[in-house]
């Protein structure tokens, strides 16, 4: 059974940086790209950036390019995502999903963690 | 950018009746690289459609995806009691990698 697990949410105040971590199971983590994909409250879905097999390759959002920095830990099936200089508009549920290729649907979703960015 | 408008924002129907979903880009969608999400409060989405067309894993067979080029539908053919929820549509053929603005499903 395919699982992700998110890990890291929490209240940060505005310019302050949290690591959120994915942890995955039930598939070959090292095949597959991965993604981080947020939800402001109340408010639809926002792809954050994604990551290559291998890491080689990583993309982003143009909201949150030079802030944030996605990684992965193919030893330890887990991603990352280091986030630095958190705005207000930052605060959302993160998940973590697993996809194909760059662009990609995504059948697995992780349940999400919260972040939360006020003074 | 590709921004994909869906319509209606809210569809108000019964349980046995058929509801369509519209998703309309800004730009050709090559491929028809396309998905269908479900999402219930306090839940991850849940994959119902890519490709445009093709049924994911599990899905029932009440739910089709239709359309091409830049018009997009989602039928759901007889309203079960769980399907009342917001669904969003998401092209994966042009970076960034966009979503609808979401249309929520309820109960009349």
């Known amino acids: 059974e395919v699982q992700l697990v998110e890990s890291g949410g929490g209240l940060v105040q505005p310019g302050g940086s949290l690591r959120l971590s994915c942890a995955a199971s039930g598939f070959t983590f090292s095949s597959s790209w991965m993604n981080w994909v947020r939800q402001a409250p109340g408010k639809g879905l926002e792809w954050v950036a994604n990551i290559k097999q291998d890491g080689s390759e990583k993309y982003y959002v143009d909201s949150v390019r030079g802030r944030f920095t996605i990684s992965r830990d193919n030893t330890k099936n887990s991603l990352y995502l280091q986030m630095n200089s958190l705005r207000a508009e930052d605060t959302a549920i993160y998940y973590c999903a697993r996809g194909w290729r760059s662009g990609s649907y995504y059948g697995y979703w992780g349940q999400g963690t919260l972040v939360t960015v006020s003074s | 950018e590709i921004v994909l408008t869906q319509s209606p924002g809210t569809l108000s129907l019964s349980p046995g009746e058929r509801a369509t979903l519209s998703c309309r880009a800004s730009q050709s969608v090559t491929n028809n690289y396309l998905a269908w999400y479900q999402q219930k409060p306090g839940q991850a989405p849940r994959l119902l459609i890519f490709g445009a067309s093709s049924r994911a894993t599990g899905i029932p067979d009440r739910f089709s995806g239709s359309g091409s080029v830049t018009d997009f539908a989602l039928i759901i053919s007889r309203l079960e009691p769980e399907d009342f929820a917001v669904y969003y549509c998401?092209?994966?053929?042009?970076?960034?990698?966009?979503f609808g603005q979401g249309a929520k499903v309820e109960i009349k």
């Open positions: 998401q092209q994966y053929a042009s970076s960034p990698w966009t």
